[in-house]
């Protein structure tokens, strides 16, 4: 079973920085596509469980990116220390949100869609201002 645990998150002004790290367990980087996702927790408290896919990478390296922080983040993986990271540059407040880590089954290619990821951190919180 797959753990995922998020931090790094915070507040920053437009323009500026943040990096995100996943630390992960049962090295699922090794065999399988993780990905980076930014959700709205209040919806999904209201019943509305939609998740916008960022990046995600797939166990061989290759990577693919939501178009609107295409150029902006990279999503980079360490299998020796088990953490997944994501960097975001030039941030603008509509990347606010609470951003998630998450591993599909082995095997499985790199993929945008929330619906297809079957592990899931907790979340951590970022706010551009």
Known sequence: HVQLVESGG????AGGSLTLSCATSRNPGN??????????PE????????????ASIASDGR????GSVQGRFTISKDN????????????????TGT????ARRPWS????????????????????S
Not at 44 to 54: A, N, P, Q, T
Not at 99 to 102: N, T, V
């Open 10 to 13: 915070g507040s920053v002004q």
């Open 31 to 40: 065999n399988r596509a993780l990905g980076w996702f930014r959700g709205d």
């Open 43 to 54: 919806k999904e408290r209201e019943g509305i469980l939609e998740r916008d896919g960022v």
């Open 63 to 66: 990577t693919i990116y939501a």
């Open 80 to 95: 020796a220390k088990e953490i997944l990271y994501l960097h975001m540059n030039s941030l603008e407040p509509d990347d």
């Open 99 to 102: 951003y998630y880590c998450a």
């Open 109 to 128: 290619d790199t993929s945008l869609d929330f619906r297809l990821y079957a592990a899931w951190g907790q979340g951590t919180q970022v706010t551009v």
